[in-house]
């Protein structure tokens, strides 16, 4: 069975400076999908980022970027010029075709002043 | 931007009623989906749902909990009788073509 794991409860971060999350996942799939989720206090899913697994190339959306690492199943989100905004919970997710999502158990991420 | 919307925002029940949490995909998708996340925890899947029937269910979806699309475009999950642990956010999620799940903003669900 798939599982996805983050082993950061929490991290911090100076605003304007770099942080990394961690992902790690286990799957004998070939083709699937990886995301990073947001959740502020609303508790709204929103997407940050998604990877291809076909794809060698590191997928990048404006200061969020994530290390693809297929062979070693380690998929980081980089967050780059930290803002006070990005502090939420971080989610890590893998998906295959249409079947469910499976969620890691999050990374708290505060972002100092 | 079309999006996956969700109602009511927030319910409160006594345990042993029934609760119905709605949901309106997004309108050219097929493919539904309900998740759970209780307070501090991660998000579990509950139920996935196609062609009209349920494709996958959880463990956690037992029979207390059914599904259905009763018109063209509304997704309910109906919970029979509430139990204290059943306190979580419900996440309504909808697929079209492309390999990602939209999901709505929740329905924090409180049994007293």
């Known amino acids: 069975a798939q599982t996805v794991t983050q082993s950061q409860p929490e991290m911090s971060v100076q605003e304007a400076e770099t942080v990394t999350l961690s992902c790690t996942y286990d799957t004998s799939e070939s083709d699937y999908y990886l995301f990073w989720y947001k959740q502020p206090p609303s508790r709204q899913m929103i997407l940050v980022i998604r990877q291809e697994a076909y794809k060698q190339q590191n997928a990048t959306e404006n200061r969020f970027s994530v290390n693809f690492q297929k062979a070693a199943k380690s998929f980081s989100l980089k967050i780059s010029d930290s803002q006070l905004g990005d502090a939420a919970m971080y989610f890590c997710?893998?998906?295959?075709?249409?079947?469910?999502?499976?969620f890691g158990t999050g990374t708290r991420l505060k972002v100092l002043a | 931007e079309p999006e996956v919307t969700q109602t009511p925002s927030h319910q409160v029940t006594q345990m042993g009623q029934e609760v119905i949490l709605r949901c309106v995909p997004i309108s050219n998708h097929l493919y539904f989906y309900w998740y759970r996340q209780i307070l501090g925890q991660k998000v579990e899947f509950l139920v996935s749902?196609?062609?009209?029937?349920?494709?996958?269910k959880s463990e956690i979806f037992d029979d207390q909990f059914s599904v259905e699309r009763p018109d063209g475009s509304n997704f309910t999950l109906k919970i029979r009788s509430t139990k204290l642990e059943d306190s979580a956010m419900y996440f309504c999620?909808?697929?079209?073509?492309?390999?990602?799940?939209?999901f709505g903003p929740g329905t924090r669900l409180t049994v007293l």
């Open positions: 997710a893998y998906l295959r075709g249409t079947y469910k999502y499976i």
């Open positions: 749902f196609y062609n009209n029937e349920i494709s996958e």
């Open positions: 999620a909808s697929k079209g073509q492309i390999n990602e799940q939209f």
